[in-house]
């Protein structure tokens, strides 16, 4: 039994090459996740290739104000900037969980803690092309499926991990905004499955096509 999930992270570059490759991959005889933030980038003869498509969205704002309540503990930040963070529609799990680790990391506390929060968060929502006010650290809290909002709802992780069990050659297309716990999901999968998780970038192919 194979006992590998491959992880393909998608990219907008050198489109042919990415659709070969996804094309490619979707032929093989294991689990394969592909998680992109740009679904329009893929054409409709690869979609049809995937049993399921699951669109990860930003979770409401009940979930995302608990998220802050758990990232932000012990770091002594004002209630006023928890409201701040809430009213940005663009902030996503991630930007939290990573902001509010390096701040605990460096031991930052109150005004410097939220200064530094919005700096990182505020870095990446410009790096992912929003207007509004890090890189990947580890979060400090443990996957929990609660953070993740499953358009299809969460009946569809449940479908998905049968299918890992019982099937081998399993395609799923994880679709949704940077930050809402695409990859995190995939790890997840892997984990409660007992299987080993590789994950390829669509750079490091395009690399070894662009040099051949």
Do not use: W
């Not at 991630?94 to 968060?121: D, L, M, P, R, Y």
């Not at 991990?161 to 995939?186: F, M, Q, W």
């Amino acid at each position: 039994m194979n006992v590998r999930m491959f992880l393909l992270k998608t990219y907008q570059t050198m489109e042919e090459a990415k659709i070969y490759y996804i094309t490619y991959l979707s032929q093989m005889c294991f689990p394969l996740f592909v998680v992109t933030n740009h679904i329009d980038e893929i054409p409709h003869s690869c979609l049809r290739r995937f049993s399921h498509i699951v669109n990860v969205e930003i979770p409401d704002k009940r979930i995302m104000s608990k998220l802050l309540d758990t990232s932000f503990k012990g770091l002594s930040i004002s209630k006023s900037f928890k409201e701040k963070i809430l009213r940005n529609d663009n902030i996503a799990p991630s930007h939290i969980t990573n902001a509010s680790f390096i701040s605990k990391s460096i031991k930052q506390k109150g005004k410097v803690a939220e200064q530094s929060i919005e700096t990182s968060i505020t870095n990446v929502l410009t790096a992912c092309g929003y207007d509004s006010t890090h890189q990947v650290y580890k979060s400090q809290i443990p996957f929990s499926t609660e953070f993740i909002n499953l358009k299809e709802g969460n009946q569809s992780i449940d479908e998905i991990e049968g299918a890992i069990t019982k099937h081998c050659d399993v395609r799923v297309l994880l679709l949704g905004p940077s930050g809402t716990g695409k990859t995190a999901l995939v790890h997840h999968l892997a984990e409660q499955a007992g299987k080993e998780l590789r994950t390829i970038r669509c750079s490091d192919v395009l690399d070894n096509l662009s040099s051949g």
